[in-house]
C-alpha cells in the first residue's frame, strides 16, 4: 500500500490526483491511500470556498477551467449550463463562489467513485520530517506516516498580515474570500475606509462594500460606448481610497486580440520556444545549469511589441517601448495624473475607440506569449542580477496584462465617477480618521522575501528547509522542483517522494498560481511517476 498525504487541497490538489485516478483506473483494488489535509473542504480549497460572497467574481474568462476527467467529463462551463446556472452563456466570469462548487464536487466524485481511498483530514498540517524512506507529517490530530508528500499549499492558510500591516487594520479577506459578519460591522456606512493596495484584492474589497451591501449597477451609453452607473445602495462607506506604492492602476484584461496580432505572436512562441530550447537545463541538477541569456529574450520580446505596435498603426519607437516596461507606464499614460482617467484611456483603447497604448501593446504581447514563457523560463539558471531584474519588470508587465476584467473594471470607473472611490500613493495616505483594510498578499514561493534574508512564511517549510529536504536559489521565494515537481534539496539533488506543485514553486516556475490546468505539466509528471510506481509494486505481487 502507497500511502500519499496532500498537503492542500485546492485545485492543484484536485488537477493531480484526478490525473492519478485516470492513470490507474486499470487497476484494481488499487493498492493506494491518499489523505488530504486542509481545513477547508478540498477541491475548492480556500480560494474557492463556497461560502463566500456572489459579488466576488472570476479575474480571468470561466473556459480556461476545466477540473474534467473519466469521472466525469464536464468542464466548468459544460457543468454549470447543464445545471442551468448560465442558460444564455454570457456570463463570462461568474462568482468564485460557484466555481467553487465544480471544483468541490469533482473532489467529492473522485472520493465516491475513485479508486484512490481518499480521506479528507481537516486539519492544519505544522512540520514534514524524513523518517528513513517515509515522511512523518505532523498536524494538530498527531503524526502519521506516508510514502509520498506533495505540498500544495497555494495562498496558504487563513489570517495572513502582511509586513507593515498596521496595528488596528482589517484584513482584505475578512470582508471577502473569508468574510466575517464581525469584521464587516467594523466598516459602518458613511465611513472612510483606506485601502493599502490597488490591484485584484482591493478591487474585492471595494466590491464588498459597494455591491455586497445593496449597490446595483445600471447600464448606460456614455460617448457613444457601454458603461456602467452606481445605484448606491445606502450602506457603503462615503469614502474609499485605494493606496499603492507606484499609484498605477491596473489596465483591463484585453478583450480580443485581432486577428494580424495572431500571426505575430506566433511567429514569436516559436522563437521563445527555440530559446527555451537553448537554455533549458540539461538535467535535473541544479549544478548542471547554463546561464540563460535574459538579454536576448527581452529583445525578442521587444522585437514583437514593435511588430504589434506597427500592426495597430501606432507609433512607438524600441526606445519608446522598452521606457514603458522600466517605468512600469507609457510616457502618455505618465502625463495622465488621475488614475482613474488612466482607466478611462485604458479601457477606450481596450475597445479600440481610441488608438491603442503602449500598455496595450505589451499586454497583448506577456499575455499573448504567456504560455511560452512559462515553458521557456521554468527553473533556469539566472545570472547576477538578472533575477531581481526580471522580477521588476514582470510585475510592471503583469499590471498591463492580468489586470481586472472589463466588468469589472467598468464597476471601478463607475464608482471613481461617483466620487466614492478615489486612489493615491501610499506616500501620501492619510490614515487618521480612516478604517485601514489591508490587501496586500502574501508573495509568490513560501518565503517572506527573496533568499537569503527572507524568513519561511509557515513552519512547515521553515523545518524542511532546517533540514535541507528543500532549496530555495538565493534572490528567490520559491522551491526549486524538478519537472514532475519534486522537490530538489539543498544538495541539487532530488528529494525523492516530496514534491510541490502551484505558488510554493513560484520564482522557478513562473505564473504556477492560476486555476488554468494545461499551463504547468508538473501535476502530470508527478502522477504518472506515481502511477508507475504504483503499477510496477503491484505487478511484482500479483499471482
Ligand atoms: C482572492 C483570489 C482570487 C483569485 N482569482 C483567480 C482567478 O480569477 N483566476 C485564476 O486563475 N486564479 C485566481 N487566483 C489564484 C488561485 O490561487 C489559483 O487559481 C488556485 O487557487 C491555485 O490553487 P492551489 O491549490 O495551488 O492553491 P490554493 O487554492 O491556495 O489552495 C491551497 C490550499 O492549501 C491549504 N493549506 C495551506 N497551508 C496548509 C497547511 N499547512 N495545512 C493544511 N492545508 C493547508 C489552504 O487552506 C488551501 O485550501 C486567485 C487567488 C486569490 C487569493
Same mark, same amino acid.
Given at each position: 500500500m502507497t500511502r500519499i498525504a496532500m498537503i492542500g487541497g485546492g485545485p492543484k490538489c484536485l488537477f493531480a490526483l484526478l490525473e492519478l485516478n485516470d492513470a490507474l483506473t486499470s487497476i484494481q483494488e488499487t493498492p493506494v491511500r491518499v489523505d488530504v489535509y486542509d481545513p477547508y473542504p478540498p477541491g475548492a480549497g480556500r480560494v474557492w470556498n463556497t461560502g463566500q460572497p456572489r459579488e466576488l467574481r472570476l479575474n480571468v474568462n470561466s473556459r480556461i477551467i476545466d477540473a474534467s476527467s473519466t469521472l466525469c467529463l464536464q468542464s466548468f462551463d459544460q457543468w454549470r449550463a447543464v445545471s442551468g446556472e448560465n442558460a444564455g452563456g *454570457?456570463? &463570462?466570469?461568474? !462568482?468564485r463562489a460557484l466555481v467553487g462548487e465544480y471544483l468541490r464536487e469533482q473532489f467529492e466524485r473522485l472520493v465516491e467513485d475513485g479508486c484512490l481511498n481518499l480521506a479528507h483530514r481537516p486539519s492544519v498540517v505544522t512540520g514534514i520530517v524524513r523518517q528513513g524512506a517515509q515522511w512523518e507529517v505532523f498536524s494538530e490530530q498527531g503524526s502519521e506516516l506516508y510514502d509520498e508528500v506533495v505540498l500544495a499549499t497555494g495562498h496558504g492558510l487563513a489570517g495572513y498580515r502582511s509586513e #507593515?500591516? $498596521?496595528? #488596528?487594520a482589517l484584513s482584505a479577506t475578512q470582508l471577502t /474570500? *473569508?468574510? *466575517?459578519a464581525d469584521a464587516m460591522g467594523k466598516v459602518p456606512p458613511g465611513s472612510k475606509v483606506l485601502i493599502r493596495g490597488a490591484a485584484l484584492t482591493a478591487y474585492d474589497v471595494v466590491l464588498a462594500l459597494t455591491e455586497g451591501r445593496g449597490g446595483r449597477w445600471e447600464q448606460v451609453t456614455r460617448n457613444g460606448l457601454a458603461a456602467v452607473r452606481y445605484l448606491p #445602495?445606502?450602506? *457603503?462607506? !462615503?469614502r474609499i481610497t485605494m493606496t499603492s506604492r507606484s499609484n498605477i492602476p491596473m489596465s483591463p484584461k484585453p478583450q480580443r486580440i485581432p486577428g494580424p496580432l495572431r500571426e505575430v505572436l506566433d511567429d514569436f512562441r516559436t522563437r521563445i520556444r527555440r530559446w527555451g530550447a537553448a537554455n533549458a537545463a540539461p538535467s535535473g541538477k541544479a549544478t548542471d545549469r547554463p546561464e540563460a541569456d535574459l538579454d536576448a529574450l527581452w529583445q525578442m520580446l521587444l522585437a514583437c511589441a514593435l511588430r504589434c505596435a506597427r500592426h495597430s498603426g501606432i507609433r512607438a519607437s524600441a526606445t519608446e517601448l522598452c521606457n514603458t516596461v522600466l517605468a512600469g507606464q507609457s510616457q502618455a499614460f505618465s502625463a495622465i495624473n488621475s488614475p482613474a482617467e488612466k482607466l478611462r484611456a485604458s479601457l477606450r483603447a481596450n475597445r479600440r475607440v481610441d488608438p491603442a497604448t503602449h500598455e496595450w501593446i505589451w499586454s497583448i504581447v506577456w499575455s499573448g506569449l504567456y504560455a511560452q514563457l512559462v515553458q521557456a523560463l521554468s527553473r533556469i539558471q539566472w545570472r547576477t542580477g538578472d533575477r531581481e531584474r526580471f522580477n521588476r519588470l514582470a510585475a510592471n508587465l503583469e499590471r498591463m496584462a492580468f489586470g481586472p476584467p472589463e466588468p469589472t473594471a467598468l464597476k471601478l470607473l463607475a464608482l471613481f465617477d461617483a466620487g466614492i472611490l478615489q486612489q493615491e500613493p501610499s506616500a501620501d495616505a /492619510? &490614515? !487618521?480618521e480612516a478604517i485601514v483594510i489591508d490587501a496586500v498578499t502574501a508573495p509568490v514561493g513560501v518565503l517572506s522575501g527573496p533568499a537569503p534574508e527572507g524568513r519561511p512564511a509557515h513552519s512547515l517549510f521553515g523545518s524542511l528547509l532546517a533540514n535541507q529536504e528543500i532549496q530555495i536559489r538565493r534572490a528567490e521565494r520559491g522551491l526549486l522542483t524538478d519537472t514532475d515537481g519534486t522537490c530538489l534539496n539543498a544538495r541539487g539533488e532530488r528529494s525523492e517522494s516530496l514534491a510541490a506543485l502551484g505558488r510554493p514553486t513560484e520564482d522557478p516556475t $513562473? #505564473?504556477?498560481? &492560476? $486555476?488554468?490546468? &494545461? $499551463?504547468?505539466p508538473e501535476y502530470r509528471a508527478w502522477a504518472q511517476r506515481i502511477a508507475t510506481k504504483i503499477t510496477s509494486a503491484s505487478q511484482k505481487v500479483a499471482p
Open positions: *454570457e456570463d &463570462t466570469y461568474p !462568482a #507593515g500591516m $498596521l496595528g #488596528g /474570500v *473569508e468574510r *466575517e #445602495g445606502g450602506q *457603503e462607506p !462615503a /492619510v &490614515t !487618521a $513562473l #505564473g504556477h498560481d &492560476t $486555476l488554468n490546468r &494545461t $499551463l504547468h
